[in-house]
Every structure is written in C-alpha cells, then in structure tokens.
C-alpha cells in the first residue's frame, strides 16, 4: 500500500505541476474548496431528496470518490511547506497509509457524506470520513488505486486533447470519456503497464 500510495501522491504533484508549475505555493488554488463541490455532486448522485423517489447510481458516487482522492491528495501535499516535494510524497503516503490500513466500519452514506464535506469547508483533512464513506459503498484501496491510475491518464488525454483551449470533445460516440475510461479499466489488468495501455485505449476510441 506505501508504494501505491507514493506513486499516486507523485502522480498526482506531476499532473499539478503540468497545469501550474507553482501549485504548490498558489494560494488561488483551493482544494478543499474543490472537495465540497465534488462531495455535493457525490451526494447527489447518491440520492438525498426525500419528495421523490431516487436510485443511488453507486458507479458514480465510486467516481466522485476518485475525484475527491485527487483534491485530497494535493491538499495533503500543501500540509508540508517546510517538506521537498519528496519528503512531502513520503510524508503523506505515510500519514494516508495509516487511515487506510485501520478497519473502516461501514456506516450510513449521507450523514458520512456530509461530514466529509464539512470537514473539507473548514480546510480539514477529512481522514476518517473518506475512508468511511469509501467502505459505504464497498470501493476498497485496490479500487482505489486502479481508478486513479486511469483518471490520473484520462485527465492527462484531456490536456493533450485541448482541455484547456476548449478544443476537447467530452462526448464520443454517444458517450462520456468517463464511459470510454470505465470501459478500458473493466478490460485491463492493473500492472506496471495499466497507465499506457489506459492511453492507448482512450486514443484508440477517440474521434479523430
């Protein structure tokens, strides 16, 4: 698990560092800001409105988590100022390392939902919660880490698509690139050559 941790947290400050290259000392980026909002859409695709009837769309709670794995990770990255970048990495893979490994009892979606969200709109690492609110709808580290990997690719795809200059098409064939991405994860074994073989199967479905 360290290792995976290490390696999500330094692919994480890659892909940061490729949009902005002083992230982690922008205070205009905040990421616990970004938390709540994919937390909000992570309820919502869950169910909370008690006046109709709702189908928690439990594929897209697990994305959101992976979402949120992205902002979290590069919150915790900004808790060591005073850290390299390495140092940072190893710190916090080993703090994260110590929530994940504690047994996580399984609870009630929303209410760990929304104390997830809460924590994060003081600037709170929400530890606990994650990995909790993860347990509720049975998404493991494994899952974790394999997701992550493929988001991590996808978000890469998209810039080198034209994400930024608006050029980018998130719609293919009838489909969202997450669609595309879900396809290719279901499909690929989760070894050394997950990253590139993801990239392959997203350029491969890709409009030319």
């Not at 692919?11 to 909000?40: F, R, T």
């Not at 109709?52 to 897209?60: F, R």
């Not at 919150?75 to 390299?84: D, F, G, Q, T, V």
């Not at 009892?105 to 993860?134: I, R």
């Amino acid at each position: 698990m360290n290792a995976q941790l290490r390696q999500m947290f330094s692919m994480q400050n890659k892909l940061n560092a490729a949009i902005n290259a002083n992230w982690i000392s922008d205070p205009s980026q905040d990421w616990h800001c970004a938390v709540v909002v994919e937390g909000a859409e992570m309820i919502d695709h869950h169910g909370w409105k008690w006046w109709k009837h709702q189908t928690p769309d439990i594929e897209q709670v697990q994305l959101e988590l992976v979402d949120i794995w992205h902002f979290l990770m590069s919150a915790e990255l900004k808790n060591y100022p005073e850290l390299s970048i390495e140092e940072a990495i190893e710190k916090s893979a080993q703090v994260w390392s110590e929530h994940f490994n504690v047994s996580q009892q399984s609870g009630d979606f929303l209410p760990l939902a929304k104390a997830l969200v809460g924590k994060s709109a003081v600037n709170e690492m929400p530890y606990t919660q994650f990995c909790q609110v993860m347990a509720t709808v049975d998404f493991d580290f494994d899952a974790l880490y394999k997701w992550y990997i493929g988001k991590n690719v996808l978000n890469y795809f998209r810039q080198d698509h034209g994400y930024k200059d608006g050029t980018y098409i998130k719609v293919w064939h009838g489909r969202e690139d997450n669609e595309h991405l879900a396809d290719a994860l279901n499909t690929l074994n989760c070894d050394e050559a997950l990253a590139d073989n993801v990239y392959k199967a997203l350029t491969d479905a890709y409009p030319s």
